[in-house]
């Protein structure tokens, strides 16, 4: 007698991902592998203060069980600070999740029947995909560069398949950390009106902009296209930007979707944490986040300059590689004909440096010489040295003649 | 165009659930209809210095992504507590969950099937049947006397219907409050290892006994009976002893449902927060939990002796009811012929006071005489208000002739 899975867990492949994390523990090695913020960064000491404030001051909610739909002066904070971004959103709006991949999860719940097709980003987080793949969802990739998805072949694979929704990171995306032009954009949210699709706008790295802001979401932008915003979904987080340890999200949804989602989530975890969501609630009151976001984008600007000029002086004509404009990632190819960078992974780490090769990121059809290097959690000089080792393992992988 | 919804939705039923928490929303009425635990009997000040713990000596780990299984030193302190209580378990064993409800979440994710029958207590907690109709689930009640679940009944369901799983509360059940006897605990484990069908332990309220402890849990006696350990899934909570705004509960599976369940749980919500981890890791060290469960079960004692003490003051022959020995709840009939017990209860919250109908409890074949009290929020003298106000309500529907 065996254990009596159930078929959907047949679907998931997860020993990539299993493979990817077992390299981050190594000791003494330089990791460009992980996907996680850096939480030295976070505001301990406002945190902790705006914790003392939730025991002291709200402690009836903070202590108690609470609305599935979230904590209603988090819910007003976190409206109040999508209003500050030009979009329109009230408090009621806003579902507050635990992370924003549970948001992902109450997507794919409320929507996704086996069989469905999913468009999304080639290659897209990694997690998203077989969040979706546990719902049964059959994956779509979509063609992207620079600027994002391309939404001529969007439109077209739309028209073929009829998914039941698209999933795309627009900002700094992972793993590409490219960012959607205003101008696609648009396309996307007329897209989306005038075929009647889901729209699933993720958007957890849009703060972390090294220089100027990126172009507006897609949820501030759904104001200017007529009907698109009944079509979109918008996810958020404040894993990047205050504390994952929070392990709080969001979701905008129109209100029939909002609505099943809540009373998905009542039979997912009931509620989110209420002390979280007073510890964050008090602390986005207190008014410390622009200036703790100020500290987190200079630092992963700083490193993401590092990297991108290390990549130049050592990597020079073994890779190729995006300009992200803020997030936390680089996204790169070996350019050597044939290069494995699942291969090459391997050997990197044997030499003390770790990134995470390109394949799990695409849903289907894998770009074996792609690869992410996330610079979020290193200092400069460590990237530098990385950066270093990285070329050793290639030069003598690619000995020159 | 509408939103295209998966099927999945169709299987659930919440009108019934929405009514109830209406009810509990209105100025002055005196609340029986709760399943909640009582906020202000948390240990305030012990969590707030425990947290403090988190951020100074912890944040590396409290502010941060964490492992999906849970936070080491809180799986260690939760094995120490259940070891503490004649169970075997080790830290490995333990999975951390976002409540205890998401531990029945992943169990549905992991096992159920559209179709699949599962067997759970006619009555039983109504956000279980939720949760498992979510995945599909045929939902089949077993009987329940004073004693908990009808052995014999459920070994001929068993072998009818060939579950995918039982649920049980076993120990101060919701919504009976009754207790499982450790003779039919014994034969539950018996079922399980002779005919391998997984039984879930759902164990919330184990520790809020009033005077003597339950008999011990199935997990622990599951060393007594050979091969049951293989089947049996644990489900345990802080929500009800320490404070439910920290959302932390815990799984414990035989290896490969764990290893499942934390595969779906990282598409799912990636992690726990841990910082409430963290902060109950180091309330958990810190020693307080036993004297915070003796103030929490003096108070729920007090209260509970209030209850069943005004229902035979003031209820008298209209009501009969069973005798809890801990928890949260009593399980009571109206004894009119006919009595229905979800319009007494739109009569009782008209005259000021709120219970819970006890259809909504029934995955089948709902019994329409009974209802659930609780008494946790409430303190001793309007809980005899509050039954003075019911036996208003009976006396004018059923006038003595």
């Known amino acids: 007698m065996t254990l009596p899975f159930a078929q959907r867990l047949q679907h998931v492949e997860t020993s990539a991902i299993r493979a990817l ?27 902790q203060a705006a914790a003392q404030v939730a025991y002291e001051q709200h402690a009836a909610a903070a202590l108690a069980y609470g609305a599935t739909e979230g904590y209603a002066p988090l819910r007003e904070a976190l409206a109040q600070h999508m209003q500050s971004q030009s979009a329109t959103v009230q408090p009621d709006d806003v579902l507050v999740t635990t992370g924003s991949q549970q948001a992902l999860d109450l997507i794919g719940k409320t929507l996704i029947d086996p069989g469905d097709k999913v468009i999304v980003e080639a290659p ?54 490219a960012t959607l032009s205003l101008e696609r954009r648009m396309a996307v949210l007329q897209l989306a009106a005038r075929t009647g699709t889901v729209v699933v706008e993720d958007d957890p790295y849009g703060e972390l902009y090294f220089d100027a802001p990126p172009p507006p979401s897609l949820l501030a932008l759904s104001a200017q296209v007529p009907g698109s915003r009944e079509w979109l979904v918008h996810c958020g987080s404040l894993s990047k930007t205050l504390s994952a340890g929070l392990r709080l999200g969001w979701m905008v949804a129109p209100p029939a979707l909002r609505a ?72 790169a190819r070996f350019t050597a004909p044939g290069a494995n960078s699942t291969l090459l992974s391997q050997r990197a780490a044997e030499q003390g440096v770790a990134f995470v090769p390109g394949a799990p990121f695409f849903a289907t059809q894998p770009d074996t010489a792609a690869f992410r290097l996330s610079f979020a959690t290193v200092p400069p000089k460590q990237i530098d040295e990385g950066l270093q080792r990285l070329a050793r393992v290639i030069e003598t992988e690619n000995p020159k003649k």
Not at 147 to 159: P, S
Request: with cysteine; proline share 6%.
């Open 21 to 47: 994390f077992k390299l981050l523990g190594q000791p003494g090695i330089i990791s460009f592998a992980g996907g996680f913020p850096d939480a030295n960064l976070c505001d301990r000491q406002g945190l």
């Open 260 to 331: 099943q989602a809540v009373m998905c989530k009542q039979f997912s975890d009931a509620n989110t944490s209420t002390l979280a969501q007073a510890t964050a609630a008090a602390y986005l009151a207190s008014g410390a986040l622009p200036q703790a976001l100020s500290h987190v984008r200079a630092a992963y600007r700083e490193r993401a300059h590092a990297m991108l000029h290390g990549l130049q002086q050592h990597l020079g004509p073994h890779v190729t590689y995006n300009q992200p404009q803020g997030g936390l990632f680089v996204w």
């Open 124 to 177: 897209t987080f990694l997690a998203t995909i077989q969040c979706f793949r546990l719902y049964g969802a059959q994956l779509i990739g979509a063609p992207t560069d620079d600027q994002g998805v391309d939404v001529t072949a969007l439109e077209q694979l739309v028209a073929q398949h009829r998914p039941k929704l698209i999933y795309l990171i627009p900002t700094f995306g992972n793993p590409t950390g």
